[in-house]
């Protein structure tokens, strides 16, 4: 079966997007096609656009090893550019049902042509597992907090970033016997209270650019311990997102970029 799609990225966190109809057992498998860096396309998400009864528009999101997941911070700013660009909403403010929920989005910024650049989403509210717990994970002593803000995210805080420590812990983190149902891992570096370093290995396609879900749970997680304040640049190689913690509202939101790679036709294997 032949699929149109397009490629776009979110500070480096990749996805293809179709608005194709697969059979409902084809989207994980599609995605594991498709996203393969070697024989598909090559991507770190495969995202379905639907329609929605009680949004404007559904997002459905698989991780590139074709697990499902409930939510994806850059996938939501990546998807919405999409259906913006494409008219298949109305106006620059509309809402995106999730399995998280339904998230309002605005188009902050477009380009000349009219297409968006900056996309500011509604993260929701987060649910605090702990905030603190040490695990022993390949003879190292780790300090992680945990939340879910749609996916479950482990928030260690380090003095030195290291992308090899990130790819040699991550896996084991990710599927550690504490998280049932895995868990995406952060390392964070605080700079000053209004900004930080992050690097994730996410739960279901390892090591990306950078991860909106994963950034917010380091802002949530760095404020609730004091080390940040509730406005801040979070910065993954990648890009930077900005985000804010509305603590009387009880939401949050996230603010950063989203560009077009390519589009074109791939023959699903
Ligand atoms: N890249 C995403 C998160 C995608 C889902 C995650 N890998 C999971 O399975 O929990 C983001 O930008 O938030």
Known sequence: MKIDFIKIHGIGNDFIITKDQLEPGDYSRGAKSICNRRFGVGADGFMAVEKSLK???????????????NMCGNGLRSFSKYVFDNKEVKGRRFTVETLDGIKPVEITEVDPRGRAEKIKVEMGWYQLDFLSKILEVQGETLELGSLILGVPHGVIFEKRLSEERLKSLGPAVESHP???EGINVNFAKVLDGENVEIITWERGCGYTLGCGTGMTAVVVLGNLLGKLSRKVKAHSPGGTLEIEILEREKRITMEGPAETICEGTYELK
């Open 178 to 180: 504490l998280f049932s």
């Open 55 to 69: 949004a404007d528009v559904k997002m459905v999101y698989y991780n590139n090893d074709g697990s499902l997941a």
